[in-house]
């Protein structure tokens, strides 16, 4: 199976000053468990890693002290994570048919997850990892008052790996950039190409660090694990 992960980022809503895949947890830059996990998990052959040029020779020396032996091709990032994983799917060797997408910042991912989103993939065109949403929705307006209260049983909070047939994808990102549509993963430009997306069940700690507090949050996680 073929991996890109996007981690092309900034570390903006981290408050850090670069790509907070570069900052350490557990003594390792964060981009490292992401990558070990990927290592870890038997059905990936080879991983695309969409980053900055700014941020190559980091990322470089990262692979390098990890001794990582699967084949790692290091992609240009765009300028949004729409533009990143559409670079990335450019770069895909052309023998790849599934590609797994799985964000950089999603590095509490277990290698049985990569494993179970490649099988699943197998058998649909289109998945994602979920996992149920635990606290009642509201959707609000601009003023701060409420507009509706979703029912929870059918809300689910989207992660990744995202796992699509590449063809199929290549085809949705295009008319996504003929159509200036603006989306936050790829499951939402295939749901806008009417295509079928299938929920594989994620997992709880299967977290987006995003925030300095997701960074303990992953600390501790990981503090429990190794
Ligand atoms: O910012 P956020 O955490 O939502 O980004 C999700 C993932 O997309 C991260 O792994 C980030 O590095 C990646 N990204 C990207 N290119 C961008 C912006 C974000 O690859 N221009």
Redesign the pocket.
Known sequence: MHLL??????G??MGANR???LLQVRSKPLIAWTLLAAEAASSISWIGI??QSADWDDFKSIIADLNLKKTIALIP?????Q???YNGLQALPLNAEQVLIH????CLVTPNLFDACSEAILHCPGLIAAVPVKDTIKVVDDNGIITSTPDRKQLWAAQTPQGFDVNLLKQCHTQGVRQGWEV?DDAALFEKCGMEVRIVPGEETNL???TPQDLAIAEFILSHRY
């Open positions: 992960i996007p981690a092309a980022g900034s903006k809503r790509n907070k895949l969409v980053s990032g765009g300028s949004t994570r533009e990143s994983v964000d950089g910042a999603r936050t987006k660090i995003t």
